[in-house]
C-alpha cells in the first residue's frame, strides 16, 4: 500500500462559507504530518470530515485502500482512525484505566486483555501510578496524554491529534512533544498532527499541508514552509504564527 489516505477533492461548506474547499492530498503510512493553518482555516472541519462526524458535500476520503466517505464516526474507528479533541473530553467521574478501557471497547476484542493493554498504554503515556486517579482532578498535561492513550487504546492506524498542546506550558509541552516523538518511533504510527505552538510543531512534523480560508495553500517540508509566499501572507493577513517556544 502506498498511500494510508488519500484525500480528493474534499469540501464542506456551511451555508455560504466554504469551511474545506476542494482539498486533495495524500499521506504515506508512518509519516507524521502537520495540517497548518491560522483560525478558522477549516483544519477541525477536515478532521471532522475524516472521522465521520460530519459529511462532505463533495469529494473522497480512502484510507488503507477503502472508501470511508458516508461512514459512521464508530466504524471509521474501527478501520483504524482516532482522534483526540483541541478540548481534553475525559469521561469524568471515571477513572484512568475506566476512561482507557473505554477507548478498547472501539475493537471488537475479547474482554480479556483489555485492562492488560489498557494498562500498558497508561505506562506508555507516563502515567503509570495514577491508574486509579479521578479524571478530574489530573493536570491539563496529564488529561493529554490521557486522551492520547485512550485514542491508542481503539487500536489505530492513524491518529489524528488537534492541538495537543493548547494550554499547556513549556515544559509541559516539550515533554509532550517528546512522547508523540516516542510513540510515533515505537509504534510506526501515523499521525496528523494540528498545532499552533509552531515551534515544535515545526520540529515533529516530516511534512506540512497549510490551509487558508479551507483552501490547501501548500504541501512541503517543513524548512519550506516557513518561507512559502501563501503561508506566510495568510498569517500576516491574520494571526501572526506563534513561532517561539511556548
Ligand atoms: N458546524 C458549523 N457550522 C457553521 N460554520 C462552521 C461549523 N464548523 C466550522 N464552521 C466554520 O468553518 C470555518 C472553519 O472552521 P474550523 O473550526 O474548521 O477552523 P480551524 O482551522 O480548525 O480553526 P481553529 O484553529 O480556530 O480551531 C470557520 O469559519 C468556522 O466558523
Known amino acids: ?19 474545506v474547499s476542494d482539498v486533495s492530498f495524500t499521506v504515506r503510512p508512518g ?9 478558522g482555516a477549516g483544519k477541525t472541519t477536515l478532521y471532522n470530515l475524516l472521522t465521520g462526524f460530519i459529511p462532505p458535500d463533495e469529494g473522497r476520503v480512502s484510507f488503507m485502500g477503502r472508501e470511508i466517505r458516508g461512514l459512521a464516526p464508530h466504524r471509521i474507528v474501527r478501520l483504524g482512525i482516532s482522534r483526540t479533541f ?3 473530553r475525559p469521561f469524568v467521574g471515571m477513572s484512568v484505566l475506566e476512561n482507557v478501557k473505554v477507548g478498547s471497547l472501539a475493537q471488537p476484542s475479547p474482554p480479556q486483555g483489555r485492562e492488560a493493554r489498557a ?7 507516563g502515567l503509570a501510578g495514577k491508574e486509579d486517579m479521578a479524571v478530574e482532578v489530573m493536570s491539563y498535561g496529564d488529561q493529554r496524554r490521557l486522551e492520547i492513550a485512550r485514542a491508542l487504546a481503539t487500536g489505530p492506524k492513524l491518529l489524528l491529534l488537534d492541538e495537543p498542546f493548547a494550554g499547556l506550558g513549556a515544559g509541559e509541552i516539550a515533554d509532550l512533544s517528546a ?22 510543531f515545526m520540529k515533529l512534523v516530516e511534512r506540512v499541508i497549510a490551509l487558508d480560508f479551507g483552501e490547501m495553500i501548500a504541501d512541503d517540508v517543513p524548512d519550506r514552509i516557513v518561507a512559502h509566499p501563501r503561508v506566510i501572507e495568510a498569517y500576516i493577513g491574520g494571526n501572526a504564527p506563534d513561532t517561539e517556544a511556548a
Do not use: D, W, Y
Not at 500500500?1 to 469551511?19: D, P, Q, W, Y
Not at 509519516?31 to 483560525?39: A, Y
Open 1 to 19: 500500500m502506498s498511500n494510508i489516505l488519500e484525500v480528493e477533492h474534499l469540501t464542506k461548506r456551511f451555508g455560504g462559507l466554504t469551511a
Open 86 to 88: 483541541q478540548l481534553c
Open 179 to 200: 512522547l508523540i516523538t516516542r510513540i510515533h518511533a515505537e509504534t510506526g504510527l501515523t499521525v496528523l498532527l494540528i498545532e499552533h505552538k509552531l515551534h515544535e
Open 119 to 125: 494498562r500498558e498504554l497508561i505506562a506508555q503515556v
Open 31 to 39: 509519516e507524521i504530518v502537520g495540517i497548518l493553518g491560522p483560525n
